[in-house]
C-alpha cells in the first residue's frame, strides 16, 4: 500500500494531526470510507458485530490503497503533482463519513436481522455490534501500518540498489525483493507457523475421546474385539465413528424387521504415515468384520479432522435395514475449514486410495455375491471422494450411487458439471445433461430436477445450500461476480445481497469459519436432508412418507 508525499500547501493550510496518528491522504480515506460502507452490506451468513468489524477494516484498507492508486493514476494523466487538501476538503470527508457511516451501520443491523429471521437464528450479542467500529478501525490502522513498512522496505532496498544500477531499474527491482520478501514471510513463516502451531493443537485434541463415546464390545466395529486397527490409533472422530450409531435394535424399531448390526471399519492418523497403507488397514478390518457379504457398502470420505456426519452414515444403515457396511480413514488433525484451505492434496490422496482399495477387492468378488458399492462425502470429503473418478460415466460405472454434500467451489468434478450445465438452469441448483446421472438440489425433499425427465442407473446426488460459504467461496470473487450472485439469491439467501469487487470476497471468506453455527438446511449444515438424498439414491423399499419424518427427527432430533 502506497501514497504520496504531501507538498507545500497551495490551497489551504494542513490539519492538525496528532503524531501518533499516521497521515493519510484525502483520496484514499474516501475510498476507505466507501468500501467500509460497503462492507456492511449483507452476505450469506448473519455476521456478529466483530466479525463485521474485521470485514469492514480489511475492506477500507483496500479501499484505502484503491484510493490512493487511483488519484497517483489521475495525476498522471492530468501530469501534475499532488497537492495538500485544504482543510474544508477534510471537514467535508469527516461530515459524509459521519453520515454515510451511521447510515450504512444501520442498514447492516437491519440486514442482519433479516438474515438471521430467514435462518431462524435466535442468538444475538447486541453488544458486539457496539465494538464494530472499534474493530474496523483497529484493523484499518495495522494494516495501514503494514503497508507503509513495507513502503519504507522498498525505499530502502530502491536507495541501495539505486547505487548500483539505474533509478528505474532500481525501482522495479526494489519492489520485486520486497514482494518477494513479503509474500515469503506470509507463506513461509506467518502461514505455516499458524499451520503447524494450530495442527500441533489438534493433534492433542485428537487423543481425547468424545463424551458419552465407549469402545465397542462388537468385533463388527474397527477398536472392537478382534480388530486389526487398535481403539487408541483411531483418533478422536475415528472413535466417534465407531462406538457411536444405531443399533440393530434401534433399526429394527424403526423398520418393523429384523435388522442387522451394521459394520463400520475405520483407521487413523496412527495408523500409519502412508494414506495408502492406512486405507489399506482400513479395508483390511473391514474385510475381517464381514463388511464386503453386506448387501451395501458405503466408502466415506471424511473432512480434515476425520469428521463423518452422523445423520449421513445414520441414515444409509437405516434405510439398509442395518445390512451395511461404512468404511473411512483420517488424513489430517485440522478442522474441516482449515483442512479446506491447507489440506487439499492430503484430502485427495485419501479419497483416491481408499475407494481404489475398496474397488479392488469388490471388483475381485463374484458379480452375484458384490454389495451395492456407494460413495459419499461432506465438504473437503466430496472433493476428496470425486477424485477416485474421471467424470459422469465413471462414477455411473463404479458405484451404485454417490451423495456430495457441501461441495468446495473447487471440486473438479462438481466445477465440471456445474460450468458445463444446461442452458436456462441457474448454478445454485444446475441441471447437467437433462440430469440423467447427475442431479443437484438444496432441499432433496421437494425433489431433483428437472422431475419431467427419467434418472435410471446409478445416481449421483450433490446437495448444495444457496446460503453455503464453502460452495461459492472462490478467489474469483474478489475481481468477477459469479452467476449465483447475479442470476438472483436462493431461497435462504437475502435478495439484497449483490457483488462487490473485493468486499464480497472477504465476506464470505469471513464466512467460512461460521458455515456450521446456523440451523440445519442453512449454511454448511446438512442433517436431516440426508434422509430424502439417500432415500433418492438407495431407493428402498417399503418407507413411507411418514418413515421419512420420523427418520429425520431421529437423525435431527429437534432443538
Not at 451511521?102 to 447492516?108: C, E, K, Y
Request: charged share 20%; hydrophobic share 40%; proline share 7%.
Amino acid at each position: 500500500m502506497t501514497d504520496d508525499q504531501p507538498v507545500p500547501p497551495s490551497d489551504g493550510p494542513a490539519p492538525r494531526t496528532h503524531r501518533w496518528l499516521p497521515r493519510l491522504t484525502l483520496p484514499g480515506c474516501w475510498g476507505a470510507l466507501l468500501l467500509a460502507c460497503l462492507s456492511f452490506t449483507p452476505s450469506l451468513l448473519p455476521r456478529g458485530g466483530m466479525l463485521q468489524g474485521l470485514v469492514c477494516g480489511i475492506s477500507a484498507a483496500i479501499g484505502y490503497g484503491l484510493g490512493v492508486v487511483a488519484a497517483a493514476v489521475w495525476r498522471a494523466f492530468a501530469d501534475r503533482d499532488a497537492r495538500t487538501p485544504s482543510r474544508r476538503s477534510w471537514l467535508v470527508l469527516a461530515v459524509c463519513a459521519v453520515v454515510l457511516f451511521g447510515v450504512a451501520f444501520g442498514l447492516g443491523q437491519y440486514w442482519q436481522h433479516e438474515i438471521r429471521r430467514l435462518m431462524g437464528v435466535t442468538d444475538h450479542n447486541a453488544l458486539t455490534a457496539v465494538a464494530c467500529p472499534f474493530v474496523a478501525a483497529l484493523v484499518f490502522l495495522l494494516l495501514l501500518m503494514a503497508g507503509r513498512g513495507l513502503r519504507a522496505l522498498y525505499r530502502r532496498a530502491a536507495d541501495l540498489l539505486g547505487r548500483r544500477i539505474g533509478r528505474r531499474a532500481a525501482r522495479v527491482v526494489g519492489w520485486l525483493l520486497v514482494g518477494g520478501l513479503a509474500w515469503a514471510a506470509f507463506s513461509g513463516v506467518l502461514l505455516n507457523g499458524f499451520v503447524n502451531a494450530t495442527n500441533e493443537a489438534f493433534s492433542l485434541r485428537d487423543t481425547e475421546t468424545p463424551e458419552g463415546v465407549h469402545r465397542p464390545t462388537s468385533s463388527l466395529r474397527s477398536g472392537g474385539p478382534g480388530s486389526l486397527v487398535p481403539w487408541d490409533s483411531l483418533g478422536r472422530e475415528g472413535r466417534a465413528f465407531t462406538g457411536q450409531g444405531p443399533t440393530a435394535q434401534e433399526i429394527g424399531a424403526f423398520t418393523h424387521r429384523t435388522a442387522q448390526e451394521p459394520v463400520r471399519a475405520y483407521a487413523g492418523l496412527e495408523t500409519s504415515d502412508r494414506t495408502e497403507t492406512r486405507a489399506a488397514q482400513a479395508v483390511a478390518d473391514l474385510e475381517r468384520a464381514g463388511g464386503f457379504e453386506r448387501e451395501n457398502l458405503l466408502v466415506m470420505t471424511t473432512t480434515g479432522s476425520g469428521w463423518v456426519d452422523p445423520a449421513a452414515v445414520d441414515s444409509f444403515e437405516y434405510f439398509g435395514n442395518g445390512d451395511s457396511a461404512s468404511v473411512a480413514i483420517q488424513y489430517s488433525y485440522l478442522p474441516s475449514w482449515m483442512s479446506y484451505l491447507v489440506d487439499q492434496s492430503k484430502a485427495r490422496e485419501a479419497g483416491r486410495d481408499l475407494f481404489d482399495a475398496v474397488y479392488d477387492k469388490w471388483s475381485k468378488l463374484p458379480q452375484e455375491r458384490r454389495p451395492r458399492l456407494f460413495v459419499a462425502g461432506e465438504s473437503l470429503g466430496s472433493f476428496g471422494g470425486e477424485t477416485a473418478f474421471s467424470g459422469e460415466y465413471d462414477l455411473r460405472n463404479r458405484t451404485a450411487g454417490t451423495l456430495f454434500a457441501g461441495p468446495p467451489n473447487f471440486n473438479t468434478l462438481f466445477r465440471e458439471f456445474s460450468d458445463h450445465r444446461d442452458a436456462g438452469s441457474p448454478e445454485i441448483e444446475p441441471v447437467f445433461r437433462d440430469g440423467r446421472t447427475v442431479r443437484f438440489t438444496d432441499d432433496p425433499a421437494a425433489g431433483m430436477p428437472p422431475a419431467d425427465r427419467p434418472w435410471d442407473g446409478t445416481r449421483v446426488l450433490y446437495l448444495m445450500h444457496p446460503s453455503d460459504p464453502i460452495v461459492w467461496w472462490s478467489p474469483r470473487l474478489a475481481l468477477s461476480e459469479p452467476d449465483w450472485i447475479g442470476e438472483g439469491p436462493g431461497s435462504d439467501v437475502l435478495g439484497a445481497m449483490v457483488w462487490i469487487p473485493f468486499v464480497t470476497f472477504w465476506q464470505v471468506t469471513a464466512d467460512l469459519p461460521f458455515s456450521t453455527g446456523v440451523p440445519d438446511g442453512h449454511g454448511h449444515t446438512y442433517k436431516a436432508a440426508y434422509v430424502d438424498a439417500w432415500n433418492a439414491v438407495m431407493r428402498p423399499d417399503g418407507f413411507t412418507a411418514q418413515d421419512l419424518d420420523r427418520l429425520r427427527t431421529i437423525v435431527s432430533p429437534p432443538r
